[in-house]
Nanobody
Framework: QVQLVESGGGLVQAGDSLRLSCVAS????????IAWFRQAPGKEREFVIA???????RYTDSIKGRFTISRDNAKNTVYLQMNSLKPDDSAIYYC????????????????WGQGTQVTVSS
């Protein structure tokens, strides 16, 4: 299975952009669905966006039109481009992978990165 490392988080102002990266090591990266989740203090971890091996994407409504996901299988990397950031987007962002199955709940993903902090000031 793959291992995941996120990077690219930071402190930005409302309206700014950030690009997060999720770099995978291990076998068969291109056969995994990769998702981004986020967790704000005191809240449950929530699904944000995902990309399948065939480049189909799925996302939560709150980020529609602002966030996009892409993958570069040659670099074993998935990117999360975040535009028009809002203070409500502040959270730890986690990259997750699943080689099989369906669903976009936390329990549907069996490999997780350590997370990267995103803070958006107003």
């Amino acid at each position: 299975q793959v291992q995941l490392v996120e990077s690219g988080g930071g402190l930005v102002q409302a309206g700014d952009s950030l690009r997060l990266s999720c770099v995978a090591s291990g076998r068969n990266f291109n056969q995994n669905t990769i998702a981004w989740f986020r967790q704000a203090p005191g809240k449950e971890r929530e699904f944000v966006i995902a990309i399948t091996p065939s480049d189909l994407t799925r996302y939560t409504d709150s980020i529609k039109g602002r966030f996009t996901i892409s993958r570069d299988n040659a670099k074993n990397t998935v990117y999360l481009q975040m535009n028009s950031l809002k203070p409500d987007d502040s959270a730890i962002y986690y990259c997750a992978a699943r080689p099989t199955g369906a669903g976009y709940r936390v329990t549907d993903f069996n490999v997780w990165g350590q997370g990267t902090q995103v803070t958006v000031s107003s």
